[in-house]
């Protein structure tokens, strides 16, 4: 099994919601991460989780949440988001160290 | 300050031709490097990665070339096929930015039937 799941595909919500992203892997990789892609840009790194632990965060405002529950599941818990952050987000999981990384097919956020 | 850049937006090329996709990076702390393939409303897929210790690698129809005095890398698709359309993704990581990977903003392939 080489696939990265994410749900939901589409999202919808307004600026005083709550709301969580789930992405799951069964591919064994132990490293986790949250990407933010807009309309025609590269994906731009959010957070990173290495062995169950929160290694990497890019600066991401504390409207951004990450939790990793175990070595299979990552979630992205949503609070009070703007406007600007409707994007596609994007999941992906690797081996630790230097290994391509695995990504599903995103979220598509819309914040109204 | 981008330190991964793929300066040709868009490429096109004809059905069993020859694809060359070019980028550039500025941080000489860079040792790995990898190539993605996005098709619309999916997620990247990795493709192929070179280690600087190497200065090819390649893997079927793909090959990525990495020259290091240059600080440039391309990947080579050989033969071109019509589904080989996407954007195709430069990425980028090693010394302060190990366990991260750094995209360039892209090029978008279309292979002509």
């Known amino acids: 099994d080489t696939e990265v799941t994410q749900t939901p595909k589409h999202l919808v919500m307004g600026m005083t919601n709550k709301k969580s992203l789930k992405c799951e892997q069964h591919m064994g990789h132990r490293a986790m991460y949250w990407y933010k892609q807009k309309a025609k840009k590269p994906p731009e790194l959010m957070f990173v989780y290495s062995y169950e632990k929160l290694s990497i965060n890019e600066s991401v405002p504390s409207r951004f949440s990450p939790e990793c529950p175990n070595s299979s599941l990552l979630n992205l818990h949503l609070h009070a988001l703007q406007p600007e952050d409707s994007a596609l987000y994007l999941c992906a999981s690797s081996q630790v160290g230097l290994e391509g990384q695995y990504f599903g097919p995103g979220t598509r956020l819309t914040v109204t | 300050d981008q330190q991964v850049k793929q300066n040709s937006p868009s490429l096109s090329v004809q059905e069993g031709r020859i694809s060359i996709l070019n980028c550039d990076y500025t941080?000489?702390?860079?040792?790995?490097f990898l190539w993605y393939k996005k098709y619309p409303a999916e997620g990247p897929t990795f493709l192929i990665s070179i280690s600087s210790i190497k200065d090819k690698n390649e893997d079927g129809r793909f090959t990525v070339f990495l020259n290091k005095s240059a600080k440039h890398l391309s990947l080579h698709i050989v033969p071109s096929q019509p589904g080989d359309s996407a954007v195709y993704f430069c990425a980028a990581s090693g010394g302060t930015n190990a366990g991260k990977s750094t995209f360039g903003d892209g090029t978008t392939l279309t292979v002509k039937p």
């Open positions: 941080n000489s702390m860079f040792d790995y």
